[in-house]
Structure formats: C-alpha cells, structure tokens
C-alpha cells in the first residue's frame, strides 16, 4: 500500500474531528465530543505510520545494519500507548457525565455520526490491504473501532429519541473508551514483544532445532535465536556441530541450513557458527531428540 493514502486519511480525519466537536457542542453530546477527541488521535497516530512507512523502505547502512523495518512497529507501539492513555480519560469523562446526565440534541448526534461513519467507514477499507503489516494493522483496528463507535451513537441517538433516556450517551462514551482500551491492549502486547526481540510467535526454536538436525552433516544443534525485525521480517542465528569436512561442502551445508530456514520457517536473515563435533559444551543447549527419518 502506498503512504499517500495515509496522506488523504490524515486530511479526512482532521476534517471529521472539526464536524464532531461541532457537532458534539451544538448537540451537548459527550459521546461525540469523546469520539471527536478519539478521532483527534488518529491524526498523530497516521503521521507516525506515515513516517514509518517511509523509513522501513530505506536499505540497511552501516548505523541500522539490519534495516529500517522496526520503524513501523515502534510506530504501532507509540500509537497503542498514546490510546490506552486516552480511553483512560475517555472512561474518566463518560463515568462523571453518567452520574450527571445532560439533555442532548439528537439530531446532530445522528448527522454528524453519519459523516464519520462515511469517513471511518472510508478509511477501514483503504487500510485492508495493508493488515498484515503491524503499523498499519494498528490503524486499521483504530478506524474500525471508530466506525463501530459511529453506528452506536446513531443507535443511541435514535434510542434517546424514543425513549428520552439520557443516561444513554454517557454510556455510550465509557463502552467507546473500552473499546479503544481493548483493541489498543492487543497492538501494545504484539509490539512490545517484537522489539523486546521476542520469537515470532507462528514460530517455535524446537521446531527449527528439529529442522536443521534433518540436514545431513548437522549433528548437534544449539544456541539457537529467532526475532523478528517487524513488518513479517524474520531472522535466526544458531550454532551447529559437524564432522571435520572440507571448506567446500561447509559451504554447501551452510546453504542447506540457510534454504530450509528460508522455506520452511521464512526466515530472511540467517546466521550460523560451525563448531566441530564432539567438542565439549559451553553454552546452553536446544538440543530436541534429532529427528527420525
């Protein structure tokens, strides 16, 4: 996906917050000035995956040997505590309206909510494509939530205006403020663990230690690391002991090693260190019993 859609989504975000706060004053809705102040995070959040965007295309130099990739996940970070921190306040704001509930007009509620869920609704499904990258995954759940929270102010609104119960739109901000707390949660675990250099979690060290120990030649397997660089960007180094053999067909092991890892786990970057057989331990081991033809 390209950045310039995060462009025009950074435009109509800016212009949905405008109408919201509009809206959520003339209309004395908290609901709406809560999803207005929801909405207002999106601008920075889109900014920071923008930048990322570009960042995580530059090549590695010999400052980031391994590349720009973590940039969008440290974007996906920054965004998802900014969040947690707001549906904090946004609980905070729903629970004192609750216990004081105004009178609101919902017209405007119900006008307003409609253009978000147009523009929300609009950016959901710009961002589909690019779910499988964490930055932008991290956006997209934002903007989904946002459109889930525009179909409950139009329902609460029309419910308002059946039934007069205003205690309704406060609520209806404390359940908006849980959801971005919820989706936030998810986004903040995931990267956290990536850049605390965590295994990439489709994937077990056993399972590779097994794989490699299948390879003719590899006798013992250990010290055995896998990370991810984000963005799908897998890496593994590993020590392996083989039999004394020729420089040549170390060489050929080294790619055996290195085309497995490649298509059975999709690791990009591999690292190994050969050591010679029988040599006595050092390090700890991820040694599984070796694998039975």
């Not at 053999?245 to 890892?261: F, G, P």
Request: net charge negative; aromatic share 6%; glycine share 8%.
């Amino acid at each position: 996906m390209r950045p310039s859609v995060l462009g025009w989504a950074m435009a109509a975000t800016l212009g949905l917050v405008l109408a919201e706060v509009f809206g959520g004053i003339l209309g004395r809705s908290v609901a709406l000035l809560n999803d207005a102040v929801h909405n207002l995070s999106d601008i920075p959040a889109l900014g920071i995956s923008y930048l990322a965007m570009h960042w995580a295309e530059r090549p590695a130099d010999t400052e980031k040997t391994y590349g720009y990739h973590r940039a969008g996940t440290l974007a996906a970070y920054t965004n998802a505590f900014v969040l947690v921190l707001l549906s904090l306040w946004l609980g905070y704001e729903a629970f004192e309206r609750l216990r004081s509930p105004v009178e609101v007009v919902e017209s405007w509620m119900i006008w307003t909510s409609v253009a978000a869920l147009a523009v929300n609704g609009g950016i959901t499904l710009a961002l589909v494509r690019g779910r499988g990258d964490l930055n932008l995954r991290s956006i997209l759940i934002h903007n989904f939530g946002d459109a889930l929270s525009n179909v409950a102010i139009i329902a609460g609104a029309l419910i308002i205006h059946a039934t007069g119960a205003r205690w309704i739109d406060p609520l209806l901000g404390l359940a908006i403020g849980l959801l971005v707390l919820w989706s936030s949660a998810g986004i903040l675990r995931e990267s956290s663990h990536i850049l605390l250099e965590g295994r990439p979690l489709d994937l077990q060290v056993e399972d590779v230690a097994r794989a490699m120990l299948k390879i003719e030649g590899v006798q013992e397997v250990h010290d055995v690391h896998l990370w991810s660089l984000g963005g799908g960007h897998h890496a593994l180094s590993l020590h392996a002991r083989v039999p004394d053999m020729h420089l040549d067909e170390c060489e050929r092991l080294l790619a055996s090693i290195k085309q497995v890892a490649s298509k059975e786990f999709a690791v990009e970057h591999t690292t190994v260190q050969l050591e010679r057989a029988g040599l006595p331990a050092h390090s700890g081991y991820v040694m599984p019993e070796p694998a039975k033809n």
